[in-house]
């Protein structure tokens, strides 16, 4: 079982940056790709960038493009994603995933492990 462990969240002014961090543990090996995805209360999960483990391959969401970049070390089990710019539109509990299998996806529901989450709050 993969295990997934955010941290980096806060509490910034609008502009500001943030670096999130994901640590996997477990059978690593098995991950295709790992995400980012955001929620706001009452709202569904949805998407934010995606990394292919071996080949570094990368998405993001259009909210986000220019923005944020996410990046992965392999050797130390670590995906990021730094968020420059930071709006008060990108307040939400941030998730880090994970995928098995050959393809990526930016539905929520297509990942297999999941992390707790961070809270990120931008004021304006």
């Known amino acids: 079982q993969v295990q997934l462990v955010e941290s980096g969240g806060g509490s910034v002014q609008a502009g500001d940056s943030l670096r999130l961090s994901c640590a996997a543990s477990?059978?690593?090996?098995?991950?295709?790709?790992m995400g980012w995805f955001r929620q706001v209360p009452g709202k569904e999960r949805t998407f934010v960038a995606v990394?292919?483990?071996?080949?570094?391959?990368?998405d993001y969401a259009d909210s986000v493009k220019g923005r944020f970049t996410i990046s992965r070390d392999n050797a130390k089990n670590t995906v990021a994603l730094q968020m420059n710019s930071l709006k008060p539109e990108d307040t939400a509990v941030y998730y880090c995933?994970?995928?098995?299998?050959?393809?990526?996806?930016?539905?929520?529901?297509?990942?297999?492990?999941w992390g707790r989450g961070t809270q990120v709050t931008v004021s304006a």
């Open positions: 995933a994970a995928i098995r299998g050959g393809s990526w996806s930016s539905v929520w529901y297509d990942y297999d492990y």
């Open positions: 990394i292919t483990w071996s080949g570094g391959s990368t």
């Open positions: 477990g059978p690593t090996f098995s991950i295709y790709a």
